[in-house]
């Protein structure tokens, strides 16, 4: 599975281009940053390149070309054509130095953000580029909300205002649809934590010691047995990169019961599609083997046995290499976790109700470390939070924020299609632009 930390952020991580930055920005220096001559050269080469043109290797230093190869970019460039048309020019320039700068690229059908770098010795090439971003152009929640409904498969859609009654929605279409929502589910485990701590029985700084049981993917999967890391650092990984290895240590940490125990409280209105609660490599090792195929039969009783069996006993090496390679969608109608966006809405009420003051409130920081828009959209807003999840078929993704006028407000929009892999970058740009026109002016 892989899981949406930003709006194009995570998504676009795993294409080269946007991830890649070879070099490190010089210090700002003191003063308003003003592009070098040099740099707005180069500046100019960028939309050519983004359209199939211009020199590839004459632009970009030798050390991004041997990291992201042409092809690598084409690719890259083909994915954001499909959803934001031909790029058209660099529409504004934000200097952090005379060397670097955040950009907003013009394309047909949206904007894209952008941060590049150029290197201050001899030939002044390209040396980081990284695509952050993209904003669709639809000038209505309503419009955002057509256009998802356009979508393939299905979609749901819900936008609300937070009193201290609850969530009163202002948006509402497919709200209370269920869906398969990918890692959204770790607000759940965000939120046991949160209530571990806010009781004193956990400490943001307490360790956990690792103890060598097999993880999946992650920051700490090839830890060596013992490594001591605190509550918040593993919390932070699961939260603002999604980090699978982190989120399974945490949930064996906090306990399967007592995550599970939480699905109510936190405004899961059918908790029987989160249980038994899953844990990433508990995903993957069934859909990675035929084991999977038997799980929608299952009542909860032998799905629990399933999983304290032979689950537990099937070694990493024994999932399917292939798993998601193809891009197919696995299972996503009867594995996964399932919960709809009106659900998504009562999670981050609770989250936010429950971070307002004392220890608790640390975690407020972690929804925003990555808010899951653009600059442009996150400016709008006092706070602003997210959590979101996708698989091949799967994208689901929820803000939380607080309006400048110190109002809060919810909202969250899923798609599933268990025919085809979704757009995710066509979904993100939508989902941004609607961060955008949510905020009230």
């Known amino acids: 599975m892989r899981s949406v930390s930003g709006i194009i952020l995570a998504l676009i991580a795993a294409t080269p281009v946007a991830a890649q930055t070879t070099a490190t920005a010089p210090p700002t220096a003191s003063g308003p940053a003003q592009p070098s001559p040099e740099f707005r050269q180069r500046l100019e080469e960028i939309v050519p390149l983004l359209n199939g043109g211009g020199e590839y290797s004459a632009t970009f230093a030798p050390a991004f070309v041997a990291a992201v190869p042409k092809a690598a970019f084409d690719g890259f460039n083909t994915q954001f054509a499909t959803t934001g048309g031909k790029a058209l020019r660099i529409k504004s320039v934000m200097p952090v130095t005379p060397w670097s700068a955040n950009i907003v690229i013009a394309y ?21 580029l990284r695509i952050t971003g993209m904003s669709a152009r639809e000038a209505s929640l309503s419009e955002i909300d057509a256009q998802l409904a356009k979508l393939p498969g299905r979609t749901g859609f819900a936008l609300a205002r937070l009193d201290t009654t609850g969530p009163r929605l202002l948006t509402a279409r497919g709200s209370d649809a269920t869906f398969a929502i990918g890692s959204e589910f770790k607000l759940v485990i965000l939120a046991e934590l949160i209530r571990q701590i806010e009781s004193g029985a956990r400490h943001w700084t307490d360790t956990i010691s690792l103890d060598g049981r097999p993880l999946p993917g992650g920051a700490y999967t090839a830890a060596a047995l013992g490594t001591a890391i605190s509550l918040y650092d593993v919390a932070e990984k699961m939260i603002s990169v999604s980090d699978n290895s982190a989120t399974d240590i945490l949930l064996r940490t906090l306990g399967r019961d007592k995550v599970e125990a939480m699905l109510k409280v936190v405004g899961i209105r059918d908790p029987k599609g989160m249980q038994p609660f899953l844990g990433p490599l508990e995903v993957f ?38 798993l998601f390679v193809d891009g197919k969608p696995v299972l996503i109608e009867t594995l996964e976790w399932y919960a709809s966006p009106a659900d998504m809405i009562r999670v981050m009420d609770w989250l936010r109700r429950h971070t307002e003051t004392g220890p608790a409130a640390r975690a407020r920081a972690l929804l925003a470390k990555n808010p899951g828009a653009g600059a442009d959209a996150s400016a709008r807003w006092a706070y602003l939070g997210y959590k979101g999840g996708s698989e091949p078929g799967v994208i689901a993704m929820t803000f939380l924020g607080q309006a400048k006028d110190g109002n809060w407000y919810a909202m969250s929009a899923s798609w599933n299609d268990p025919t085809a892999a979704v757009d995710d970058l066509r979904f993100s740009s939508l989902m941004s632009r609607a961060v955008e026109l949510a905020a009230p002016q």
Do not use: C, F, Y
């Open 108 to 128: 047909e059908r949206g904007d894209a953000t952008a941060q590049i770098i150029v290197d201050p010795q001899g030939t002044h090439q390209v040396t980081g």
């Open 285 to 322: 090792k069934l859909k990675g083997s035929p084991l999977g195929a038997r799980w929608g039969a299952l009542d909860i009783k032998a799905r629990r046995a399933l999983l304290d069996g032979e689950i537990a006993a099937m070694p990493n090496d024994a999932i399917d290499k292939k």
